[in-house]
């Protein structure tokens, strides 16, 4: 096995920051959507997902591959979503292994009226704190990082030409 490329101070720094800011991020978005919307991030995830899929409706390997969670984690996620009437399981219509997510009009609304707070809790916890062009640089890292790991560019529903 060859010798480890060790971080040198600066790539120390740099890492170690970025650990520190994602995680706080992460937190202050889950701890906003759990005050105001009852619900942790990753189900406010899932909604996203589902909201913005064809007839809001995904199969289930589909959602666990676009939120990043395994498909037990999601199957639990979706079954408490479930409960709150926020999502349908159903069989796929042409595969019997299959199985569908699918957004109904009363998820779609407790996403809608999540969306305001969350959206202004991005603003303020991380895009604020940048200037437009760092933003960008932002956007071109995270794609760089994706693209060098094999990983598909995030997908949005719609496309503003920055």
Not at 82 to 94: A, K, S, V
Request: with cysteine; charged share 25%; glycine share 6%.
């Amino acid at each position: 096995m060859p010798d480890p490329r060790w971080l040198d101070a600066k790539e120390q720094c740099t890492w170690r920051a970025y650990l520190h800011a994602t995680g706080l991020v992460r937190d202050r978005l889950d701890r906003q959507l759990q005050r105001d919307s009852g619900m942790p991030h990753a189900y406010y995830e899932i909604l996203v997902r589902l909201s913005e899929a064809p007839g809001r409706t995904l199969r289930m390997h589909e959602l666990a591959a676009l939120s990043q969670s395994s498909r037990s984690r999601l199957s639990h996620a979706v079954a408490r979503l479930e409960q709150q009437g926020w999502i349908e399981r159903r069989e796929h219509p042409t595969d019997r292994r299959g199985l569908l997510a699918v957004l109904t009009d009363r998820g779609f609304a407790a996403l809608a009226a999540a969306a305001p707070g969350h959206v202004e809790a991005v603003r303020r916890i991380l895009l604020d704190s940048l200037s437009p062009e760092q933003v960008a640089q932002l956007r071109d890292i995270c794609e760089a990082v994706l693209a060098a790991n094999g990983e598909p560019l995030p997908e949005l529903p719609f496309d503003d030409g920055s």
